[in-house]
Nanobody, 125 residues
Framework: QVHVVESGGGLVQVGGSLRLSCAAS????????VGWFRQAPGKEREFVAA????????NYADSVKGRFTISADNAKNTVTLQMNSLKPEDTAIYYC??????????????????WGQGTQVTVSS
């Protein structure tokens, strides 16, 4: 069992930055893929980025490539999502999720087993 908790959301202006953190308890992140998803009002939950605890391989949605960076600190069981050059369309509730890593990093929400409660990110124009 893995318990994940997000932190770091808030209100920021267009072009600003925010850093989200996902802390895990129960099992080491090293054996897991940890992903960030987001859901805006009236929209489906969508993949943002993910990282493999082993090796640090990453995967990003096209909409955030070059602006967001995901990284894992296995010693601290923490995954960070650094978000730069934020846009109004980045406004959403951001969720951290984890799944035992078998092969490739999953990008579908249904592939993840453990979810946090979410943290709100609002980008004002």
């Amino acid at each position: 069992q893995v318990h994940v908790v997000e932190s770091g959301g808030g209100l920021v202006q267009v072009g600003g930055s925010l850093r989200l953190s996902c802390a895990a308890s129960g099992r080491a992140f090293r054996s897991y893929a940890v992903g960030w998803f987001r859901q805006a009002p009236g929209k489906e939950r969508e993949f943002v980025a993910a990282v493999a605890g082993i090796g640090g391989d990453t995967n990003y949605a096209d909409s955030v490539k070059g602006r967001f960076t995901i990284s894992a600190d296995n010693a601290k069981n923490t995954v960070t999502l650094q978000m730069n050059s934020l846009k109004p369309e980045d406004t959403a509730i951001y969720y951290c999720a984890a799944v035992l890593l078998i092969a490739r990093i999953p990008t579908r929400a249904d592939d993840y087993d453990y979810w946090g409660q979410g943290t709100q990110v609002t980008v004002s124009s």
